[in-house]
């Protein structure tokens, strides 16, 4: 048996950062709020909780006064800036850069398309909290869409501007356009470069991942794919492993593993999504060498 970590997978820099900011800030006050789970990881979570993180939500945020509040890489909407103010909060912002800057240009192609009577659709996830953050750039007037029924809630009569969650697919992306498009031509006879406007706006340090997976997959007998089950990116670049290697197995940890996906002479692989520790791969990569009884070099 052949244990190799993908040293591609884990941590984006955005999940990177903010975590090293929520330890140092914890070094020194011991404690401190994070607006909702820092990382789509349980394991994670719970590591951090033992350090002194508080996970709230946007209700409790409401309730606190005069203390520090931890803003995750997903970002935040106007409004919590706004209430940390009222409320004499100090926000520790981690928000991704990244999705600071796609913030950004939401809020640049919302002011035009109020304009131009147009319309920010937004592909991502309806309540996850990265949307919620660029929604909220839009007075909560994006149309959020993930599948061809939500495709309804356009006017395609009116100008559309697209952008993207940025841990979505690029191949739903792009064929989520290719609908919006065919849509437009269908509704207006034709379509005119005022009418559509499609940014790409998925992280590449993310999408990336998906053609490395596809190789890492291919060259493994087992892959064993760690995640916590909230993480819409870990649900991804699952379905690209198990699209590439009929052997893929999700798991949160190492307990979910099941010994009878292992044959003694397999190559397996260990990868995880941009929410996965890699000290969580590390375990399960342990776990798997203690199910053999003869030596095995594992790779990182």
């Not at 900011?21 to 719970?46: F, S, T, W």
């Not at 990868?271 to 342990?286: F, H, I, N």
């Amino acid at each position: 048996m052949d244990v190799t970590i993908d040293k591609n997978s884990g941590y984006c820099f955005g999940v990177e950062y903010a975590i090293k900011m929520a330890e140092d800030e914890m070094v020194e006050d011991q404690k401190l709020y994070c607006l909702g789970d820092i990382v789509h990881n349980d394991m994670e979570v719970k590591r951090l909780s033992n350090k002194g993180l508080v996970v709230i939500d946007r209700e409790d945020l409401r309730c606190l006064h005069d203390c520090k509040v931890l803003i995750r890489a997903h970002g935040e909407p106007p409004e919590t800036y706004r209430m940390a103010i009222e409320n004499n909060i100090e926000l520790i912002d981690a928000s991704c850069p990244v999705v600071l800057k796609l913030q950004h240009r939401v809020k640049t192609a919302f002011d035009k398309m109020e304009k131009q009577q147009g319309q920010i659709v937004i592909y991502g996830k309806k309540g996850h909290a990265e949307v919620i953050g660029l929604t909220g750039q839009t007075l909560e007037k994006a149309i959020v869409v993930m599948d061809d029924e939500d495709l309804n809630q356009i006017d395609f009569s009116k100008p559309v501007t697209l952008f993207s969650q940025t841990t979505k697919s690029t191949r739903g992306f792009y064929a989520l356009k290719e609908k919006i498009q065919k849509r437009i031509e269908e509704a207006k006879g034709k379509m005119d470069e005022v009418d559509f406007n499609a940014n790409d706006s998925i992280c590449r340090q993310v999408s990336n991942r998906e053609p490395q997976l596809q190789k890492f997959s291919e060259e493994n007998d087992v892959i064993i794919f760690v995640s916590g089950k909230k993480s819409s990116n870990g649900k991804a670049l699952y379905q690209v492993c198990k699209g590439v290697n009929p052997r893929s197995y999700f798991v949160e940890n190492e307990e979910e593993i099941v010994s009878d996906w292992i044959r003694a002479d397999d190559k397996i692989g260990i990868c995880g999504a941009t929410s996965t520790p890699m000290w969580l791969m590390e375990q399960v990569r342990d776990h798997l060498l203690s199910l053999d009884t003869r030596s095995v070099e594992a790779g990182i």
